[in-house]
Structure formats: structure tokens, C-alpha cells
């Protein structure tokens, strides 16, 4: 028999309707949500309840605590797989964070929903069927944590939450997805080629801010935010370009010994040094900037955060 382990966290998937009919998020029982999927006898799951959260409240310290319980959870040897259910709105950022921090090769999966399960055309349950059945998924093995939702099946290190609220909430822009569900079965198209863990050493999170540059943003903008954090992502434009004003804060933040990592808000691309003037990605890197690759700015704050827990060295990461 195949035994899986589901792990809430809360999220629009275990939420109620209160009575002014808006979502009451985390209210739910995982034991109420599995007894609504229709599952086959021959998946067995157990199920823990590790947090009951709206998922904008999830913080970095719960992350440590929900890799504990998946570290806790592969102990055993007669579970297939992992099923994290979670809210949309940062289903992503934590996914990352397994990714990297799982070192196991069983299936870890998470999924969650557009519309609560008391609603018309609830995407709850299905979602979170097919999540049980990737869980159980042998061509799942080693792949990392994987996303799925809407009959999809994303790369954590790629998905991104599209929509707002439509039931085709995720996307990998210019990567797509791994594969498919169709009718329960499991079809994998493509699979990363590598993996990465990072062994946690210090429980304790640096925090890593996110400075989205914008036109004529100005320099006291950076300064707020690299002034009071351990490091800061500049999600950048194009290749990697700032205002020229940004220049001298972002020199003396990283002569401070700050990580400052370049990210660029486009979908597609990465970061590089093509051109040569003040504020261009050459010019940041030639002072110490690390230029993030192809990273976008929520993903590579998370791989900061966990290299640096993990004792090692950030440049590295991004190469």
C-alpha cells in the first residue's frame, strides 16, 4: 500500500466561510479535506497539522520548523511521498525552501487552492488528489519539490503564482511545466537535471530584503532597506541596471560587508554585464555586486537566506 504523509499549514485550501462571506483561511482539518477527495483504498494518508496560517503570516522561522517535520517524516521508510498543502499567495517562496533543504529523494508536493472548499467550483480537492498521487509517483523521485496545481506539475525553483485568482493560478514562464495530471495518471515530460541541497546549520535566518528598482527611484529607498538587514536583492531592470543614484548606497552597503544580490524584473533572461555606464550591471559587479543568473528576486533572496544558514558561500550559488 502506498502511504503518504500530508502536512498542513493552512491557506485558502482548509478555509471556511464566515458570515460575512469572506475566507476564514486555516480552519479546516487535513482529516476533513482527505475524506472529500475520493482517494483509492490503496493510498493510505497520515496526516499532521504543523501550521494553521493564512499564508502571508507564514514567517522564515515556521520554515525551519516544516523542514524538521519533513526531515522527521522520511525517518520512515514505508512513506512515498510528502504532501505539503499551503495558501497561494507564498506557496512558491516556501517550496523553494524545501527544495533546497530537502536532501531526501521521496516526493515532496505542494499544492493549495484558488477558492475555499465551501465554494462554487472549489479547485480544493482535486488539487489536492492529484498532489496525493504525484506524492505516490515513482518518476517524481529525485526531482526536487515539485508544485502542482491545476493539473499541472512546476519546478519549485521556477513556479510562480500568475493570477490572482483564477484556477490557473502558476506558471514556469520560459521553462513551462514537468508534466501533467489526466484523469489521476502521472505524466512526466521533462525533469531538472540537477539538484540542490543545502544543510542547514543555523536555525537562526538572516534577513534578506527585496529593493524593486523602478525610474527615478531614489537612493534614501535602498538606504531604508539595506541599512537595517543582513543583505538585500535588487531586483534590477533589464540585464541588471539601476538608477545612477543607487550606485554610492549599494557600494557602501556592500563595502559593509552586506551580500547584495542583482535579479531582473523580466520573465525571462538573466542578468549579465553587457553594458558599461554608471549603474550597469558590469559597473555593480566590478564592486562586488554578485550578479544572480536568471533568478528572479524572491527566489534568489530565498537561496541567500539558506546558503548563508548553511555556512557557505553566496557567490557561488548564482554562477
Not at 78 to 90: N, P, R, W
Not at 227 to 240: A, M, P, Q, S, Y
Request: glycine share 8%.
Amino acid at each position: 500500500m502506498r502511504h503518504v504523509m500530508l502536512l498542513t499549514t493552512g491557506g485558502t485550501i482548509a478555509s471556511t466561510t464566515s458570515e460575512n462571506g469572506k475566507l476564514v483561511a486555516g480552519e479546516l482539518t487535513g482529516e476533513e479535506l482527505v475524506r472529500l477527495c475520493g482517494l483509492p483504498n490503496d493510498i493510505r494518508v497520515s496526516i499532521r497539522s504543523v501550521l494553521q496560517k493564512p499564508s502571508v503570516h507564514i514567517t522564515p522561522s515556521d520554515w525551519v520548523h516544516l523542514i524538521k517535520e519533513v526531515e522527521d517524516v522520511f525517518t520512515d521508510p514505508e512513506i512515498s511521498g510528502i504532501v505539503v498543502t499551503h495558501g497561494t499567495d507564498t506557496l512558491e517562496e516556501t517550496a523553494y525552501f524545501l527544495d533546497l533543504t530537502n536532501q531526501d529523494s521521496r516526493p515532496v508536493i505542494v499544492t493549495g487552492s484558488q477558492r475555499g472548499p465551501e465554494q462554487t467550483g472549489s479547485d480544493a480537492f482535486m488539487n489536492l488528489r492529484h498532489a496525493i498521487y504525484a506524492a505516490c509517483e515513482p518518476d517524481l523521485t529525485n526531482m526536487g519539490c515539485v508544485v502542482v496545481f491545476n493539473e499541472r506539475l512546476f519546478a519549485a525553483r521556477y513556479v510562480k503564482k500568475e493570477h490572482a485568482s483564477n484556477l490557473q493560478g502558476f506558471n514556469a514562464f520560459g521553462f513551462g511545466y514537468l508534466g501533467i495530471i489526466d484523469n489521476d495518471v502521472i505524466y512526466t515530460y521533462q525533469k531538472p537535471i540537477k539538484r540542490e541541497y543545502y544543510n542547514l546549520q543555523n536555525e537562526s535566518l538572516k534577513t534578506i530584503g527585496i529593493a524593486k528598482v523602478y525610474l527615478g527611484m531614489p537612493a534614501q529607498t535602498f538606504e531604508a532597506i539595506a541599512n537595517t538587514l543582513d543583505g538585500v536583492v535588487i531586483e534590477g531592470v533589464g540585464r541588471g541596471q539601476v538608477p545612477p543614484e543607487l550606485v554610492e548606497p549599494i557600494e557602501n552597503a556592500v563595502s559593509s560587508g552586506k551580500p547584495i544580490i542583482m535579479t531582473t524584473s523580466s520573465e525571462e533572461g538573466k542578468v549579465y554585464p553587457t553594458y558599461d555606464y554608471k549603474g550597469s550591471a558590469h559597473q555593480l559587479e566590478q564592486m562586488g555586486v554578485i550578479l544572480g543568473s536568471d533568478y528572479d528576486s524572491k527566489k534568489a533572496r530565498i537561496k541567500a537566506i539558506v546558503m548563508l544558514a548553511a555556512n557557505q558561500n553566496i557567490r557561488n550559488g548564482f554562477i
